[in-house]
Structures are given as C-alpha cells and as structure tokens.
Nanobody, 112 residues
Framework: QVQLVESGGGLVQAGGSLRLSCAAS????????MGWFRQAPGKGRELVAT???????NYADSVKGRFTISRDNAKNTVYLQMNSLKPEDTAVYYC??????WGKGTLVTVSS
C-alpha cells in the first residue's frame, strides 16, 4: 500500500524558512519521480517542484532561487527547503509520487 506523509508545515514570518518532508512507503521509492504541489485558498493546485529518479529537478518560476527539492532514497523521503518565504506562498503543500499517488498535505502559512 503506497503511503505519502508530509510534515514540516507551520506558521512563519515573511522572509523566513521552512523545510517540508514527505516520507514514502509501500513501493520502490527510488524509481519514482517525486514532486511538490500546492493549493492556495480559492485557487487550483499548482506545481511547485519535481525531482526525477536521476535527481534532475524542475521548479515553478515563482519559486526558482528560493525553494530546493531533494530526495534521500535511503530514507524514502523527499524534501522541500523553502527560503525567503512570501505571503503568497501560503498554501497546503502536497507531496506526489509520479502524480499518481498523493499525500494529505501540510499547511504553510506565511505572515506579512
């Protein structure tokens, strides 16, 4: 049974940092592309960052230079380091495996 569990969300002031984690279980983690999406209140779900099985990364323009996605295959975990946070980064952040499996999300709130 595939499971993705996000953690690390919370309340932070603008300019601050958070690191999200997504612990995966139930399948061969290292062979899957992983990603982070987010959904702000009243908006649709949008791509934040992805990382494939070779470690190649892709970012939304809005987070380039501020967010870093990484993975630790030994720990079956993918991370999202978020720096220089802005109020517009406020959203529920979801972890996905191949966009086929999804976690339940973790809330990030950035105050101005």
């Amino acid at each position: 049974q595939v499971q993705l569990v996000e953690s690390g969300g919370g309340l932070v002031q603008a300019g601050g940092s958070l690191r999200l984690s997504c612990a995966a279980s139930g399948w061969s983690f290292s062979s899957y592309a992983m990603g982070w999406f987010r959904q702000a209140p009243g908006k649709g779900r949008e791509l934040v960052a992805t990382i494939d099985s070779s470690g190649n990364t892709n970012y939304a323009d809005s987070v380039k230079g501020r967010f870093t996605i990484s993975r630790d295959n030994a720990k079956n975990t993918v991370y999202l380091q978020m720096n220089s946070l802005k109020p517009e980064d406020t959203a529920v952040y979801y972890c996905t495996a191949n966009m086929a499996y999804w976690g339940k999300g973790t809330l990030v709130t950035v105050s101005s």
